[in-house]
């Protein structure tokens, strides 16, 4: 069986098996985990035996100051080396030409999204960040975009402001029209991320000049996407999967 982790920058989500039939786990980054909460967690929730059913493990990260202590962990406890997301172990994904550093949740979404579904395709992040991954035909990553996730806009409103509160019941349709100031904040943030990934969809057919599938993922793609006005196929568990196929 393959052990998989994800360090995200809000939850640590880990599976154990393969993309067809996986446990999976998901604790909170909390800013002070340290090695015996990370294997408490992962034991309670995917068995004191886990460790030993790893035939394998893999990791993806975008919290550089938990990267080398949970590779740690996981060499450790599992006797075994620990193969890491990058440019060269990315599946199918081609993402050589890419600029920058591409973030590893990012790439192993779309590499999820290239095992269940042919390209082309923009892959949408609902996370932490609200991200954009454009995929052609050829497998290749094209680039992209990243804004404010929906719960990362409200929290920044709720710290910048002396009367908008804090918000987190977002689970309920918004009135485009909201009667208070708690509805004014649902329909900014669920209309307002729907409404710029129709933008941001319309843009990208414009300029790769061909119809492309819409994959959408992420914690907040159950709250943004019932509004969404564009076809879409809903991957709940992808960046999971992503990493089980690799």
Known sequence: MNLAV?????????ALGDTDNYSQAVFYLSKDMGKENFIHEIERKLGNDVW???S?????????????????????????PVARVDINNCGKLDISRYKGKLGEDRAVCCAGAMYKHK???????????TTFNVVNKDG???GGAIMAGLQ???????????QLPAMSNMWEKPKVIGTDTMENLLSGAILGTAGAAEGFIDRIK???????????????APAVLPVCRFPYIHEP??????????
């Not at 390209?119 to 960040?129: N, Q």
Request: neutral net charge; without cysteine; glycine residues 10%.
């Open 237 to 246: 568990s992808l960046l999971l999967e992503g990493l089980l196929s690799l």
């Open 140 to 142: 290749i990553f094209m």
């Open 152 to 162: 990362t806009g409200l929290k920044a409103l709720a710290e910048s402001t002396a």
């Open 119 to 129: 390209p082309p395709f923009v892959l949408i992040d609902f996370g932490t960040a």
């Open 6 to 14: 994800n360090i995200g920058n809000t939850n640590i989500r880990a």
């Open 206 to 220: 414009a300029e790769i000049g061909e119809e492309i599938k819409v994959v959408a993922t992420g914690g907040h």
């Open 56 to 80: 394998r493990s893999i990791i993806a990260s975008v919290v550089p100051a938990y990267t080398n202590l949970v590779i740690e962990i996981l060499g450790q406890k599992t006797g075994k």
């Open 52 to 54: 030993a059913k790893a």
